[in-house]
């Protein structure tokens, strides 16, 4: 069955890094272009980070930029989203997404920046 499985997800406090995880199941990663998103409460669902396949140029939501790093493993077959300086508005539910119809949402991981 084709989906992605995310984790990595906490509660952290404001200045703290996070790293969270998605695994393919089903398919390669680096065959597609990857994407997270995140959605918080009572907002839309917005996309964060974007790694393109072909080439892996990445492509970030100005909010995140030079705080937040997509990459992927092609041996693992995951892709990565290294959080640092989270900001209480980074708190969300953060999704990992492949650029097909094929791959459905995954469930999601909580992240919760609070002091």
């Known amino acids: 069955q084709v989906r992605v499985v995310e984790s990595g997800g906490g509660l952290v406090q404001p200045g703290e890094s996070l790293r969270l995880s998605c695994a393919g199941i089903g398919f390669r990663v680096t065959a597609l272009t990857m994407s997270w998103y995140r959605q918080a409460p009572g907002k839309e669902r917005e996309l964060v980070a974007t790694i393109y396949t072909p080439g892996s140029a990445t492509d970030y939501a100005d909010s995140v930029k030079g705080r937040f790093t997509i990459s992927r493993d092609g041996v693992e077959n995951t892709v990565a989203l290294q959080m640092s300086g989270l900001q209480v508005e980074d708190t969300a539910v953060y999704y990992c997404?492949?650029?097909?119809?094929?791959?459905?949402w995954g469930q999601g991981t909580q992240v919760t920046v609070s002091s």
């Open positions: 997404k492949a650029l097909s119809n094929y791959v459905p």
